[in-house]
């Protein structure tokens, strides 16, 4: 069984920092996409970034694109997304997934952590 669980969340002003983790457990990390998706109040679920299963190839939302980092560290089984220059637009519950490709069939999903950016 597979579960991802995502931490780092939380409370930063605009222009702060944050790093999320996510660890995933049940198969072959490597093997796999990892995705991370924000959902704002009000919103439907959006696509961040990904990373490829050896971590060669990363894709990202374009709003994103040189504030935001993502990377994985397969022998901890654990997909990481630095966050710098954070906006208010930025806040949202940030979920992990795992999938064959990175533009869709996530199949499994954590069960986010809230970040949280005042102006």
């Known amino acids: 069984q597979v579960q991802l669980v995502e931490s780092g969340g939380g409370l930063v002003q605009a222009g702060g920092s944050l790093r999320l983790s996510c660890a995933a457990s049940?198969?072959?990390?490597?093997?796999?996409?990892m995705g991370w998706f924000r959902q704002a109040p009000g919103k439907e679920r959006e696509f961040v970034a990904a990373?490829?299963?050896?971590?060669?190839?990363?894709y990202y939302k374009d709003s994103v694109k040189g504030r935001f980092t993502i990377s994985r560290d397969n022998a901890k089984n654990t997909v990481y997304l630095q966050m710098n220059s954070l906006k208010p637009e930025d806040t949202a519950v940030y979920y992990c997934?795992?999938?064959?490709?990175?533009?869709?069939?996530?199949?499994?999903w954590g069960q986010g952590t809230q970040v949280t950016v005042s102006s």
């Open positions: 997934a795992q999938g064959r490709r990175p533009g869709g069939g996530y199949d499994s």
């Open positions: 049940g198969r072959t990390f490597s093997s796999y996409f």
């Open positions: 990373i490829s299963g050896s971590g060669g190839n990363t």
